[in-house]
């Protein structure tokens, strides 16, 4: 296991060897996690049919070069419908939400704009740790070949019951595994989300909750490729501090919401 810790520092580190210059853009498509265990083994049919009608819906785009990157949902535009006089109108059938994921892997850094119940947030943060442990397995995706690895994540998993006024909690210590399948062809150590910190560009992912996997990927192409930061507003807060917000904030909904009864589970993770 040390060994194969000392080979992922090594290699991480080794990407900065290569040119300033390095740059590319890959799209990812999302799925829930019970539909993504069917597709485990489809990656090839999924690209292929990503490639014939470019279905935008469910996608994120990541803008990377070799040491900094954003992360946003594409916006998705009907066929046009209504013919005028200056063309054709289209309508917005699946928005970008307008959240940008950057990292910037020199700097150790992460951040995020957000919104909640209509009060922005901008996320500023170390990038998140994650103790990738590398399985020996292998697969191809498209043209690349992914190696397996794995990030065990310790956390409490906490259920809020409440019925007639009364209240119950519930506290369960777990192991959430995230796996995760990346590829050295591309020397960059990032991927979607706040996932980082691999020998090469993770191509798919999948945390029990949700899967994404790469469908296309274009490198050092001759347009400029923007790496864009989220915008300074709102309450300036932490990855964790956000968190438990949110988690917070979704229990006070449920409690008003429901009048005689009411479920919540949530993680809170162990540092």
Known sequence: ?????LLILFLSISLYGFSQEFKGKAIYKRYSNAFSIKTQNKAGEIIESFKENKDLRNTYTLNFNKSESSYKKNTVLERPTVQTSSGATFKTISGGDNIITYKNIKQNKIQRNSEF???????????????????GSSKKIGNYLCYEAIHKQKVVEVQIKGKNGK?????????NITTVW???????????????GLPGLILQVSDGYSAYLCVEIILNPSEEIEINKPPKRGEFVSLKEFRDMMNKKMLQNSRRRESTSYSVSYNEIIE
Do not use: H
């Open 1 to 5: 296991m040390m060994k194969t810790k």
């Open 117 to 135: 119940q209509g009060k922005r947030f901008f996320i500023n943060d170390k990038l998140p740790k994650y103790n990738w442990e590398l399985t």
């Open 182 to 196: 990346y590829t050295p062809d591309i020397p960059v150590s990032n991927g979607p989300l706040n996932y980082w």
């Open 167 to 175: 209240e119950t909690i519930t506290r369960k210590n777990k192991e």
